[in-house]
Nanobody, 121 residues
Framework: QVQLVESGGGLVQPGGSLRLSCAAS????????MGWYRQAPGKQRDLVAR???????NYTDSVKGRFTMSRDNAKNAVYLQMNSLKPEDTAVYFC???????????????WGQGTQVTVSS
C-alpha cells in the first residue's frame, strides 16, 4: 500500500508563485515515473510535468519556462515550483507515481488526494 501526501496549494495572485510538495510512503521498492497532473472543474486531468527516475522531465507546453519540477529519489518526493502563475493555472493538482513493489516487475499507478491551486486577483 502506497500513499502520496501533497502540500503547498493555496490562493495566489496572478504573477505569484507557489511550491507544491509530494512525498510517497508505504511499501515502496522503487518509484519509476513521478510527476504532477492537474484538473479544472469540468475538464479532464492533464499532464503538468512528469519525469523518469533518471531525471528526464516532460512538461506540458503551457507551463514551460514557468514551472520547474524536481525529484528527490532518496526521499521518494517530488516538487513543483510554479512561477508567473496565471488564472488558467487554477486547478486541483495531483501528484502521480508509478511504483515498483519489489516482488515482481509489475508497477502500479498511484495518485495523491489533490491540492487546490487558485490564481485570482
Amino acid at each position: 500500500q502506497v500513499q502520496l501526501v501533497e502540500s503547498g496549494g493555496g490562493l495566489v495572485q496572478p504573477g505569484g508563485s507557489l511550491r507544491l510538495s509530494c512525498a510517497a510512503s508505504g511499501r515502496i521498492w522503487r518509484i519509476y515515473d513521478m510527476g504532477w497532473y492537474r484538473q479544472a472543474p469540468g475538464k479532464q486531468r492533464d499532464l503538468v510535468a512528469r519525469s523518469n527516475r533518471g531525471g528526464s522531465t516532460n512538461y506540458t507546453d503551457s507551463v514551460k519556462g514557468r514551472f520547474t519540477m524536481s525529484r528527490d529519489n532518496a526521499k521518494n518526493a517530488v516538487y513543483l515550483q510554479m512561477n508567473s502563475l496565471k488564472p488558467e493555472d487554477t486547478a486541483v493538482y495531483f501528484c502521480y507515481a508509478d511504483v515498483g513493489m519489489g516482488i515482481s516487475s509489475t508497477t502500479y499507478s498511484y495518485w495523491g488526494q489533490g491540492t487546490q491551486v487558485t490564481v485570482s486577483s
